[in-house]
């Protein structure tokens, strides 16, 4: 963007009437691209934040009534209040409970994955990679009711244990691909330089390739983290009579949504957004 | 040894009937084209590729089967392969921590191995804030810090550019005189392998064309592929003519021109083909028609080029044969000869080989 902002000052100002009639469609073309591509980064950029704008602005509002829909005043009340439904809390409590595990257990099981796809070729590689797919694209609602379905016939009953084994489910492959991207363009010689100075292949794994990876392990988690914590239509399905965050706002849509779901949801943001900047900041150390 | 490549349904032979003894405290080079299996070779050697058939032996202990953390050999790679999330002075202190080294010790002997590698200053820096120069170093340092029986080194200069290329041969040499330990150094330059080596293999498709001292296969190349591959030859074709009173072979070179070589290759009589190997610079060019016990060749002068030192000369001997003279600008005189003028060829017989593959 900088280049094409710079380029008509250089062009068109310094001399003025230099380019003249004959070099005159090259700086006001040059322009007119920059132009069309700042309002197009903009426009990107307004529809990805301004829901979460919104979402942060009513965390202030002051509602009248029931329905925190419409902008009546500033107040900071909500964030006094913020833990005023136990219902709420137990939900968010769940919620961040059953991302972190997931987070952790996808994780695992994802590095391990991708690192198998992205080095080894195998009995069953194609199949393993067409399951991870087909695990992402296919429609969410036909994945929670199959589930759903399997655990009854396993005579499971669902609730917080049953959550946690769907989130891994859809998360796991997210995580895998990361690793899988990563574990492509390491070098082997790396691993092989640390056999070769006498690490065996559980300590070459520890002190040289989980390191290495460590990046794409970390954006894999915060993904699965990110995925569990707002899903809603998997957990509907297989969640019993535990509620999450998601489900608890679904429930509260037919009363009203108190402000303290803004309130939370701006925190769960900075968090999130809070991690992502380390993760950002720690990769960039390591290079 | 013997090394095949299973790939699909095909079995791909890398390294066929390779027979090395790689004496102690030696700079021993394999050198070849790329795909001669000279990694290979030293793959095996350091234990990342189980040899198909045959043993490898360290010290005079069948290594054969150990793992590449249980060889007492470190290997200096092309790449380098330093861990980028280390600093150099934890890269250099990898291997000794992995054998439980004490500390202190550990300290000391990684100060004084950056040291030795001129690195001293940059212990606390990551491998991507030096140059490739110094990574080399490191990747070096790495490696010798263990004091392993053997040191192997895949190209590591392949990366570097000419002029630090040439200084980090003789930092090499400088190197492996003060710490005494046998290096094995795996490379395609020929100029490289004859600068700094005691012995070198010449490799091709897989197998071992000539050992010997740098002198030796310069000299006195074993087979085509040799006298071709380093440095400059003229190859020539010819008949196995009669004995001279000398005890030399004649060889008929067409067109009635007669080169004499010392000795034939095993298996050649009379009247077998032969080709005669001569290097550039033993061949001495002339106006006159030269006196002695000398191969002589007359010959037309197609080409000069003017070195500053040296003058190159291309000269065609008829029936589609041409050789290149390299010939040192001592005298101020210039040129010997201008371009298409007739001049005559010789040299010792000793200075040329007659070879049947």
């Given at each position: 963007?900088?280049?094409?902002?710079?380029?008509?000052?250089?062009?068109?100002?310094?001399?003025?009437?230099?380019?003249?009639?004959?070099?005159?469609?090259?700086?006001?073309?040059?322009?007119?691209?920059?132009?069309?591509?700042?309002?197009?980064?903009?426009?990107?950029?307004?529809?990805?934040?301004?829901?979460?704008?919104?979402?942060?602005?009513?965390?202030?509002?002051?509602?009248?009534?029931?329905?925190?829909?419409?902008?009546?005043?500033?107040?900071?009340?909500?964030?006094?209040?913020?833990?005023?439904?136990?219902?709420?809390?137990?939900?968010?409590?769940?919620?961040?409970?059953?991302?972190?595990?997931?987070?952790?257990?996808?994780?695992?099981?994802?590095?391990?994955?991708?690192?198998?796809?992205?080095?080894?070729?195998?009995?069953?590689?194609?199949?393993?990679?067409?399951?991870?797919?087909?695990?992402?694209?296919?429609?969410?609602?036909?994945?929670?009711?199959?589930?759903?379905?399997?655990?009854?016939?396993?005579?499971?009953?669902?609730?917080?244990?049953?959550?946690?084994?769907?989130?891994?489910?859809?998360?796991?492959?997210?995580?895998?691909?990361?690793?899988?991207?990563?574990?492509?363009?390491?070098?082997?010689?790396?691993?092989?330089?640390?056999?070769?100075?006498?690490?065996?292949?559980?300590?070459?794994?520890?002190?040289?390739?989980?390191?290495?990876?460590?990046?794409?392990?970390?954006?894999?988690?915060?993904?699965?983290?990110?995925?569990?914590?707002?899903?809603?239509?998997?957990?509907?399905?297989?969640?019993?009579?535990?509620?999450?965050?998601?489900?608890?706002?679904?429930?509260?849509?037919?009363?009203?949504?108190?402000?303290?779901?803004?309130?939370?949801?701006?925190?769960?943001?900075?968090?999130?957004?809070?991690?992502?900047?380390?993760?950002?900041?720690?990769?960039?150390?390591?290079? | 040894?013997?090394?095949?490549?299973?790939?699909?349904?095909?079995?791909?032979?890398?390294?066929?009937?390779?027979?090395?003894?790689?004496?102690?405290?030696?700079?021993?080079?394999?050198?070849?084209?790329?795909?001669?299996?000279?990694?290979?070779?030293?793959?095996?050697?350091?234990?990342?590729?189980?040899?198909?058939?045959?043993?490898?032996?360290?010290?005079?202990?069948?290594?054969?089967?150990?793992?590449?953390?249980?060889?007492?050999?470190?290997?200096?790679?092309?790449?380098?392969?330093?861990?980028?999330?280390?600093?150099?002075?934890?890269?250099?202190?990898?291997?000794?921590?992995?054998?439980?080294?004490?500390?202190?010790?550990?300290?000391?002997?990684?100060?004084?191995?950056?040291?030795?590698?001129?690195?001293?200053?940059?212990?606390?820096?990551?491998?991507?804030?030096?140059?490739?120069?110094?990574?080399?170093?490191?990747?070096?340092?790495?490696?010798?810090?263990?004091?392993?029986?053997?040191?192997?080194?895949?190209?590591?200069?392949?990366?570097?550019?000419?002029?630090?290329?040439?200084?980090?041969?003789?930092?090499?040499?400088?190197?492996?005189?003060?710490?005494?330990?046998?290096?094995?150094?795996?490379?395609?330059?020929?100029?490289?392998?004859?600068?700094?080596?005691?012995?070198?293999?010449?490799?091709?498709?897989?197998?071992?064309?000539?050992?010997?001292?740098?002198?030796?296969?310069?000299?006195?190349?074993?087979?085509?592929?040799?006298?071709?591959?380093?440095?400059?030859?003229?190859?020539l074709t010819g008949t196995v003519g009669g004995?001279?009173?000398?005890?030399?072979w004649r060889v008929e070179v067409g067109d009635g021109a007669t080169a004499?070589?010392?000795?034939?290759?095993?298996?050649?009589?009379?009247g077998?083909e032969v080709?005669?190997?001569?290097?550039?610079?033993?061949?001495?060019?002339?106006?006159?028609?030269?006196?002695?016990?000398?191969?002589?060749?007359?010959?037309?002068?197609?080409?000069?080029?003017?070195?500053?030192?040296?003058?190159?000369?291309?000269?065609?001997?008829?029936s589609?044969?041409?050789?290149?003279?390299?010939?040192?600008?001592?005298?101020?005189?210039?040129?010997?000869?201008?371009?298409?003028?007739?001049?005559?060829?010789?040299?010792?017989?000793?200075?040329?080989?007659?070879?049947?593959?």
């Open positions: 963007m900088s280049t094409g902002v710079d380029t008509p000052t250089v062009s068109g100002g310094a001399v003025p009437g230099g380019p003249g009639a004959a070099g005159g469609t090259r700086p006001a073309r040059a322009r007119r691209r920059t132009d069309w591509g700042r309002v197009y980064t903009i426009a990107v950029l307004a529809w990805l934040f301004l829901p979460i704008l919104f979402m942060v602005a009513f965390s202030f509002n002051d509602p009248a009534g029931r329905h925190n829909i419409t902008w009546q005043g500033f107040t900071f009340r909500w964030y006094q209040d913020a833990l005023a439904y136990p219902d709420l809390n137990q939900a968010m409590f769940n919620s961040v409970s059953i991302a972190l595990l997931t987070m952790v257990i996808s994780g695992a099981l994802g590095t391990l994955l991708g690192l198998a796809l992205g080095r080894y070729t195998f009995r069953g590689k194609q199949l393993t990679n067409l399951v991870m797919f087909s695990a992402i694209s296919a429609p969410e609602v036909v994945v929670g009711a199959a589930l759903l379905s399997t655990f009854l016939m396993m005579n499971v009953t669902t609730g917080y244990w049953t959550t946690v084994v769907s989130h891994v489910m859809f998360c796991v492959s997210f995580v895998a691909i990361t690793v899988r991207a990563r574990v492509i363009t390491l070098d082997p010689r790396m691993e092989e330089a640390a056999r070769d100075l006498g690490a065996g292949p559980f300590t070459t794994f520890r002190l040289v390739t989980l390191p290495l990876l460590f990046p794409a392990v970390m954006s894999g988690g915060l993904l699965a983290f990110a995925l569990s914590i707002d899903d809603y239509i998997i957990t509907s399905f297989v969640s019993g009579d535990v509620t999450t965050f998601p489900l608890w706002i679904w429930g509260a849509t037919r009363v009203g949504i108190p402000p303290q779901v803004n309130v939370m949801g701006t925190l769960l943001f900075l968090v999130g957004v809070t991690l992502a900047v380390v993760n950002v900041i720690n990769s960039r150390r390591k290079r | 040894m013997t090394k095949s490549f299973r790939s699909g349904s095909e079995t791909v032979t890398a390294v066929t009937g390779v027979d090395l003894a790689i004496a102690e405290g030696e700079f021993f080079s394999l050198l070849g084209p790329s795909g001669c299996g000279k990694t290979t070779t030293m793959r095996m050697i350091a234990g990342f590729e189980e040899p198909t058939g045959g043993v490898v032996r360290l010290d005079g202990r069948d290594v054969t089967g150990v793992p590449a953390h249980h060889r007492d050999v470190n290997m200096v790679f092309q790449s380098y392969a330093l861990f980028p999330h280390m600093s150099v002075a934890d890269n250099v202190a990898f291997g000794l921590r992995r054998r439980g080294v004490d500390k202190a010790q550990i300290r000391s002997r990684v100060a004084e191995m950056l040291d030795l590698v001129e690195l001293g200053h940059r212990g606390k820096h990551r491998p991507s804030q030096l140059s490739g120069g110094q990574q080399q170093r490191v990747a070096l340092a790495r490696a010798l810090v263990n004091q392993p029986g053997a040191l192997l080194l895949d190209e590591p200069l392949g990366a570097l550019d000419l002029k630090l290329r040439q200084s980090m041969q003789v930092e090499l040499k400088r190197i492996q005189r003060e710490v005494g330990i046998t290096f094995v150094y795996v490379t395609h330059d020929q100029g490289e392998a004859l600068t700094m080596s005691d012995r070198i293999a010449v490799m091709n498709r897989g197998g071992v064309e000539q050992l010997g001292t740098p002198a030796e296969i310069y000299e006195h190349p074993a087979t085509r592929f040799v006298a071709d591959f380093i440095g400059t030859s003229n190859l004995r001279t009173d000398a005890g030399t004499l070589a010392a000795e034939l290759p095993d298996g050649a009589e009379a077998a080709h005669l190997t001569v290097r550039p610079e033993k061949v001495r060019i002339s106006v006159d028609e030269p006196e002695g016990a000398v191969s002589r060749l007359p010959g037309t002068v197609t080409e000069t080029v003017y070195l500053g030192s040296a003058t190159h000369y291309q000269v065609d001997i008829g589609d044969q041409r050789i290149t003279v390299y010939q040192q600008n001592t005298s101020g005189s210039g040129l010997v000869a201008e371009r298409g003028e007739r001049v005559w060829l010789s040299w010792t017989p000793d200075h040329s080989y007659a070879l049947t593959d």
